[in-house]
Nanobody
Framework: QVQLVESGGGLVQAGGSLRLSCAAS????????MGWFRQAPGKEREFVAGINWNGGRTYYADSVKYRFTISRDNAQNTLYLEMDSLKPEDTAIYYCAAASMMTVKTKPSAYDYWGQGTQVTVSS
């Protein structure tokens, strides 16, 4: 079992930045592909970014490419999402997720463990 806890969300003005963290416990993160997802009110949960086990490969949704950066520190058992140039449409609950697989997948159903989420609100 892996327990995931997100932090770092909040209210920010458009154009601002936030850094989300996801702390893991239970098992070492290096065994898992990790991902960030988000869900806005009335919308389905969507893939934001993913990273392979050692951080050597990263993947982004087109909507966040070049603005968001995913990274991981396996020694600290922590996943990060640096979010820059935030837009109102980035407003959502952000979730981190872990999966026992070799490559990053974009479907939520591919992930085994989820955090409780952290709210990000971007004002215009």
């Amino acid at each position: 079992q892996v327990q995931l806890v997100e932090s770092g969300g909040g209210l920010v003005q458009a154009g601002g930045s936030l850094r989300l963290s996801c702390a893991a416990s239970g098992r070492t993160l290096s065994n898992y592909v990790m991902g960030w997802f988000r869900q806005a009110p009335g919308k389905e949960r969507e893939f934001v970014a993913g990273i392979n086990w050692n951080g050597g490969r990263t993947y982004y949704a087109d909507s966040v490419k070049y603005r968001f950066t995913i990274s991981r520190d396996n020694a600290q058992n922590t996943l990060y999402l640096e979010m820059d140039s935030l837009k109102p449409e980035d407003t959502a609950i952000y979730y981190c997720a872990a999966a026992s697989m070799m490559t990053v997948k974009t479907k939520p159903s591919a992930y085994d463990y989820w955090g409780q989420g952290t709210q990000v609100t971007v004002s215009s």
